[in-house]
């Protein structure tokens, strides 16, 4: 393997050593947290304590925070460039390579975001403990500090343009908690039939000064925000542009990436035009669809399941992730590498894409191809036309009969067709990686292709 | 008295009307009361709206405005005090005032009006032409002492409305957008073009060996020169450096002997033929054709796409024998 982790330098060590004191400084606060709330854990040590011992949960945490101390007054001992490079906590090397192989495979990738989405609807109610959630803002910070070893990955996640896609992740993380912790909260008075947590909750205050001066405080806080961002990270500027030399890899801004990872698997006119117009219009027909007159005004999730699922998978694991693929994942001749490779431009990905037409009359017929474009690409027609015209009538007997008793004839066709174009994309990118289909249907003679 | 107000007019009105006719409805009475009186207090007298009440707040106002024009109003201040109490009575009021079939006519009512301002000073009743469309101040100066002199003849009547500033402001508006909006459209002829020529030649066929791309022309004219065997036959091509999906450039990767798109990861082999990522078709080619001096000519005006079975064409390549 190219040797590309050349240098952990004393200034990236000092700068982790504080990142371990801001870390040692969160947890302590949460030790007094948990000492003024006084919860107690009983420690069998295996069998080594017969019934057990009552200690307190505080201790804990105490035990950790002295250790990210240690950890962080480690860091600061290191000097000179070789204490640096020998330094002994990093990420493992075993850790890395795992980790590289299952997110650089876009399947193992996409797999996981969906998996882990599945994880976060299933597991809701262990997820909203505010424990739970402090333990895994802990493994996150910790991971990144471990990464932060590497020099692939500082690379990366240290770039101008991608640092604050980083804090957004977290804030993310956070929003996406906050409202299931809401949710949970309020799900749970609804079948004790207690009073919403909004309405028992819901002591009015004045507009000056509480929400004035919250604004305010607000806007000074952001502005001092972005003036620090503005001066600690340059702006990348690149060469001058040239019609005929395209940067490698080229990117679009973030929040354009998940149309660019979408490009990578459809026509421009679909990907560029079709779908994002339908995103907004689907968008927007939302109210229109919706039947559900539950979940006004209070946060919900078992009330609203399917509404609050479907949104957030097309969300989280269709747009959140192809962000951070496109932003984290894509180098060099748009490849995937994994988070610790280095951005190899030679490196090889072995994609050689065929289209449905010709695997099925070179492949399945083992005949050549029909001259007439239209009969070439027929199965391909049929396949399209099958799932927009079948489906829906199907769908409507089977999984979604009381959707489509509740909604009527045309609120179930723009119901229907918006989740099927919305589920296009993921079958698509499937379909590319496990058979390397290039398209359905493709007719390059017309500009036509699916 | 200076200005007055129509809240002052209205007020007065009902406060004159409640004192001068003790009529019907007790509920009336004691609201005309109030209003004497100037106290607010009568609130729970408020009577329900008489089934009568006919008069609209034009023709209170109305009524006010001729009132006014009479006589000074000092009470209308206090009266307007008064004014919630009042108001339900002042329908029945109003009715009563003007007795029905006689309502004054919008001219006879602001003749009224504007008597009744003592700022303005009375002035004669403007003639009609005032009223006639706005003309050059030049036109109605000559116009005015022979006014009621024979009507305009069409010429003069023509020649009034071109030079009127409404036309010439709107003409010259006019003129100034459309010299803008040419103006803009000559932007887009410019007087020299630095693009480079459509036709240019790339030296000797021998410069490019065999199963090779050169590079060299792509910053300058956005092509490959590629020699290579395309269907059994060895030849010289020029491919423009277009990617068919969207646009960009791809690099050539001469150890992976292959085109590799950096926007979406389309792929092309060294024929141009795509088989990896996105891009939906062959690159395209580029006319090209040996000289009479020996040399390669290159013309990108002219495009070969493969797909289109325009690859046949023995204009897209220079065969090496």
């Known amino acids: 393997m190219f040797d590309a982790h050349p240098d952990l330098t004393e200034a990236v060590v000092h700068g982790l050593g504080w990142l371990y004191v801001i870390l040692f400084v969160m947890n302590a606060w949460w030790t007094v947290v948990a000492y003024r709330r006084g919860t107690h854990t009983r420690v069998r040590l295996f069998g080594l304590l017969e019934d057990g011992q ?43 390579v795992w980790i590289d192989a299952v997110i650089a495979d876009p399947v193992a990738y996409f797999t996981l975001s969906v998996v882990g989405f599945a994880a976060v609807i299933l597991l809701r109610e262990w997820l909203v403990r505010p424990t739970v959630a402090w333990v895994l803002l802990n493994v996150a910070l910790v991971f990144m500090a471990l990464s932060m070893t590497d020099f692939d990955f500082r690379q990366i996640v240290g770039k101008p343009d991608n640092v604050p896609i980083v804090a957004m992740l977290f804030i993310l993380g956070f929003f996406t908690w906050l409202y299931f912790r809401r949710a949970v909260e309020n799900d749970r008075r609804i079948a004790e039939g207690r009073p919403l947590f909004e309405q028992e909750d819901n002591e009015k205050v004045l507009v000056w000064p509480d929400l004035v001066y919250t604004e305010l405080i607000c806007m000074v806080v952001l502005s001092v925000v972005l003036v620090a961002w503005g001066i600690v990270l340059q702006a990348p500027l690149e060469e001058p542009a040239s019609a005929v030399k395209t940067p490698n890899p080229s990117k679009a801004p973030w929040y354009f990436l998940g149309l660019q990872e979408m490009l990578v698997y459809y026509d421009p006119w679909l990907a560029g035009v079709v779908f994002p117009s339908l995103i907004l219009v689907g968008l927007m027909a939302i109210p229109y669809i919706d039947f559900n007159k539950k979940g006004n005004g209070y946060y919900t999730f078992k009330e609203r399941a399917f509404a609050v699922s479907v949104f957030m998978f097309g969300f989280l694991p269709l747009w959140v992730a192809m962000i951070i693929l496109g932003t984290f994942l894509r180098g060099p001749n748009w490849n995937i590498f994994g988070i610790y490779e280095y951005w190899d431009v030679h490196k090889l990905e072995v994609l050689n894409n065929v289209n449905l037409s010709e695997w099925f009359w070179l492949t399945l017929m083992q005949t050549q191809q029909p001259q007439s474009i239209l009969v070439r690409e027929l199965p391909g027609i049929i396949a399209v036309l099958a799932y927009l015209i079948i489906l829906p009538p199907l769908l409507a007997g089977t999984v979604f009969r009381r959707f489509f008793h509740r909604m009527g004839f045309i609120r179930y066709m723009v119901f229907v067709n918006l989740a099927l174009l919305m589920a296009a994309l993921p079958i698509k990118m499937v379909l590319r990686w496990a058979f390397n289909l290039k398209y359905i249907v493709a007719i390059p003679e017309w500009f036509f292709n699916i | 008295m200076g200005k007055k107000s129509t809240k002052d007019i209205l007020a007065q009105l009902r406060a004159e009307a409640a004192a001068k006719k003790g009529e019907p409805a007790p509920q009336q009475e004691s609201a005309a009361g109030a209003a004497a009186g100037g106290g607010p207090a009568e609130k729970p007298a408020v009577p329900k709206k008489p089934a009568a009440a006919g008069g609209s707040t034009k023709d209170i106002l109305a009524a006010a405005r001729a009132q006014a024009a009479g006589g000074g109003a000092p009470a209308a201040k206090p009266a307007a005090a008064a004014k919630p109490a009042a108001k339900p009575a002042a329908g029945a009021k109003a009715a009563a005032a003007k007795p029905a079939g006689e309502r004054p006519s919008v001219q006879e009512m602001l003749r009224a009006a504007r008597e009744g301002r003592p700022l303005q000073p009375a002035e004669p009743p403007r003639e009609a032409a005032a009223f006639r469309k706005p003309v050059s101040p030049a036109a109605a100066k000559k116009a005015r002492p022979e006014k009621t002199a024979a009507p305009l003849t069409r010429r003069q009547a ?34 020299i073009l630095v693009e480079p020529p459509s036709r240019f030649k790339i030296g000797i066929p ?23 065997v395309y269907e059994g036959q060895r030849q010289i091509f020029a491919l423009i450096s277009v990617c068919t999906h969207l646009g960009c450039t791809p690099n050539w990767l001469d150890g992976e002997q292959k085109f590799k798109c950096p926007c979406h990861g389309s792929g092309f082999y060294i024929t141009g033929i795509n088989f990896e990522g996105p891009a939906p078709r062959p690159l395209e080619r ?23 079975g325009q690859w046949e064409n023995p204009s897209s390549y220079v065969p090496v024998v």
């Open chain 2, 158 to 191: 023509l020649i009034e409305t071109i030079t009127s500033p409404f036309v010439m402001a709107w003409v010259a508006f006019a003129t100034a957008t459309a010299a803008f909006l040419l103006a803009t459209l000559r932007f887009l002829i410019p007087n």
């Open chain 2, 206 to 228: 021998s410069d490019y060996p065999p199963d090779m791309v050169s590079t060299k022309w792509t910053p300058e004219f956005g092509v490959w020169v590629v020699n290579t």
């Open chain 2, 286 to 308: 580029a006319a090209i054709a040996l000289a009479p001096d020996g040399t390669l000519e290159v013309d990108k005006s002219q495009k070969f796409q493969q797909e289109m």
């Open chain 1, 54 to 96: 009552e200690v307190p949960t505080a201790g804990f945490w105490a035990l950790y925070s002295a250790l990210l101390l240690m950890v962080a007054i480690a860091h600061f001992q290191v000097t000179g460039s070789y204490a640096a490079e020998n330094f002994l906590i990093r990420m493992p090397e075993w850790l890395k």
